[in-house]
């Protein structure tokens, strides 16, 4: 199974677009979006083509492979526009890993959920990256729109490998491996 995993959209159809470009490039199983999805937040500036509903008919035509965790800058009005629905944290088991999926905002490297299993994955921070913390991979995939590290990047998880990706030309950024 191969896992496509990306945060804060914030409502660019820009980034929208090429994400939803290089998951098919990918070749992409399931996406996981963590959070941040339509409204860019009061304090970001707005994303290149700002367009939220866009946005939502462009994530409709992937949604039966979708998993949306809801970020703190999504809110009830956001899911009215949604083609999918929003939980507030999710856990998936890909090749035999078992993977929790947050936005960021609660749960991150510095405030852990109990029983996380081999992957903490979540967004918010607008900086991709990949650790190892007590044990556990902790990953970040950045910021599809508006990154603070100048890298649009995304993650890909397949047979156990967790790869940050750079969105402008796929390449990799990190590399590790879930279990050790």
């Known amino acids: 199974m191969k896992l496509l995993i990306a945060s804060d959209i914030h409502g660019s159809a820009y980034w929208t677009r090429r994400l939803l470009q290089v998951a098919q490039e990918e070749q992409a199983d399931q996406i996981a979006l963590l959070g941040d999805i339509f409204y860019h937040g009061p304090r970001n500036p707005l994303p290149e083509e700002y367009a939220p509903l866009q946005v939502a008919e462009l994530l409709d035509s992937v949604k039966s492979k979708l998993i949306v965790v809801k970020g703190n800058c999504d809110s009830e009005v956001d899911a009215m526009i949604a083609p999918f ?16 999926l947050t936005h960021g905002h609660v749960f991150n490297k510095d405030s852990m959920p109990k029983n996380a ?12 990256f990949i650790i190892r913390q007590d044990g556990m991979l902790i990953a970040n995939p950045g910021s599809v729109s508006l990154p603070k590290d100048g890298r649009h990047s995304y993650i890909v998880i397949e047979n156990g490998a967790v790869r940050l990706k750079d969105l402008t030309d796929c390449k990799t950024i990190e590399q590790e491996v879930a279990k050790q």
């Open 117 to 128: 299993g081999d992957i903490l994955l979540y967004g918010h921070f607008h900086t991709g």
């Open 85 to 100: 629905q929003f939980v507030d944290i999710a856990q998936i088991y890909a090749d035999g890993v078992k993977i929790t």
